[in-house]
């Protein structure tokens, strides 16, 4: 009978023996020794070919020996951990091995619950959070802009932020800044670019260059005005998002250090 009443597989013994010996880090003599049989009869019990089966007294050794329940072994259950550890795990969403590794080591588990803790990574971990989805949000709103274009703008932005009192950052004086470093003259409606000219067609897309038109002339305020609507405001979540990365990391390490404290 290969399998029995539908809920074991025999077939799949040998093979999860071998598995879970490895797994553990025995040899066969190692393992043979720590359950008081000969090594012949791990060899026979691993064969996956004219194999051996084990009898339940060496199965229950087996599975203590190697730490895993007995219904893996028999092929009833995919994870080899005790049931505890797997039903710990099935239902919190933890690996295994961080269970395992938390039963095994007092101050690791310490560590981890306190880290855990609604009270101490709550707000932590919700700023980090919505951090990366303020980075994912400003990324796509500034990759309408591409190549030299794009370059100029951010070190504009840097230049701006790093001259103007935060109390006077707001879109009026971005744009001022912006017609001041991106002249007319300094924008090329030919591919054939001189200078530090900036040919603006290859860096929008299509649509987006031909609203800079009217009446089949350029017009430099619509295309100033669409640079301050689409790059003041997700330039200026990058920029709080880098002081919120500093901030998070203090607050990191003083977490850390109350950790340590407790």
Known sequence: MNNIGNHYDINKVNKRIKEMRKLRGYTQQELADSIGVKRQAIINWEKEKDNTLPAIKNLVDLCETLDCSMDYLLGSVDSPEIEPISKASHYSGIKPEIIRAGIDNPDYLNCINFFMHPDNCSDFFNSVTLNTWR?????????????????????????????????????????SFLENKLPREKISLKAETTGSKIYIKKCVTLL??????????????????????????????????????????????????????S
């Not at 709103?141 to 006077?168: C, V």
């Not at 979540?237 to 607050?251: G, R, V």
Request: aromatic letters at 20%; hydrophobic letters at 35%; zero cysteines.
């Open 208 to 261: 987006t260059y031909q609203n800079f038109f009217k009446d089949k002339e350029f017009n430099y305020f619509s295309f100033i005005t669409y640079l301050v609507d689409h790059t003041f405001e997700p330039l200026s979540h990058n920029m709080m998002i880098e002081i919120q990365k500093n901030k998070l990391s203090h607050k990191f390490a003083e977490l850390f250090i109350k950790y340590l404290e």
């Open 135 to 175: 980075k994912f949000w400003t990324d796509m709103s500034l990759d309408e802009i591409n190549g030299e274009l794009k370059e100029a703008i951010i070190k504009y932005y840097d230049e701006y932020i790093s001259i103007t009192p935060f109390e006077s950052v707001n879109r009026k004086t971005y744009r």
